[in-house]
């Protein structure tokens, strides 16, 4: 058996109206001169409009922006801008300190990983003079190379820096096109 879908219910034409000119329930119940509470109810389908407030109604209408995208942002001053300023400081430097993070554990893996490599060859071929105590080297060494991987130099590590680093690099873009708006004077 097909399905029917309904659909969606169009916005009432005071949330239109609310949503086109940026106002709250509260704010066009002040503007028609009845409750908030009023407004909810209309907009929910169980009351209707005063008559009295289609004037207003019609006045706010006149207003309401054209179809189609919104309008662009508006240039913002220089004042206006320097968060965006400090803000993009700041990312620059997180994204040096965890560059910096990430290169000293990769090193650290790189490290460790070529000695966990090159370990198992050197067991098997201990020298027969003082085999105890190099044992004991290779095997203390291995233990260390072993931390490396779970600090620092862990792989689960690198990728979470890496993530943290692309998110720090997307915001940077962000920020640089916002930074190379024309500045309004004024």
């Known amino acids: ?14 949330a239109v ?16 001169g009845v ?20 004037i207003i109604l019609a006045w706010l209408t006149q207003a309401l922006p054209p179809p189609g995208p919104p309008a662009p942002l508006p240039a913002l001053s220089a004042e206006q801008a320097t968060p965006l300023h400090t803000r993009a400081a700041a990312v620059a430097h997180e994204t040096q300190q965890l560059l910096r993070r990430l290169e000293r554990g990769q090193a ?10 090159a370990a198992p060859a050197l067991l098997a071929t201990l020298p027969p003079a003082e ?25 689960v590590l690198h990728r979470l820096l890496e993530a943290r680093l ?5 915001e940077a873009a962000v920020l640089a096109g916002y930074l190379k708006e024309p ?4």
């Open 183 to 186: 500045i309004a004077s004024g």
């Open 166 to 170: 692309a998110g720090l690099r997307a």
């Open 17 to 32: 109206i609310r949503a086109g000119l940026g106002l709250t329930q509260a704010q066009l119940a002040g503007a028609l």
């Open 1 to 14: 058996m097909p399905r029917y879908s309904t659909p969606a219910p169009a916005p009432h034409y005071l």
């Open 131 to 155: 085999a105890e105590r190099h044992q004991c080297w290779v095997e203390a060494t291995t233990a260390e190379a072993e931390q490396a991987l779970e600090g620092e130099g862990s792989p």
């Open 108 to 117: 650290r893996a790189r490290r460790a990983l070529s000695w966990l490599r």
């Open 35 to 54: 409750s908030r509470h009023l407004v909810t109810k209309i907009e929910a389908g169980q009351r209707v409009l005063p008559a009295a407030a289609g």
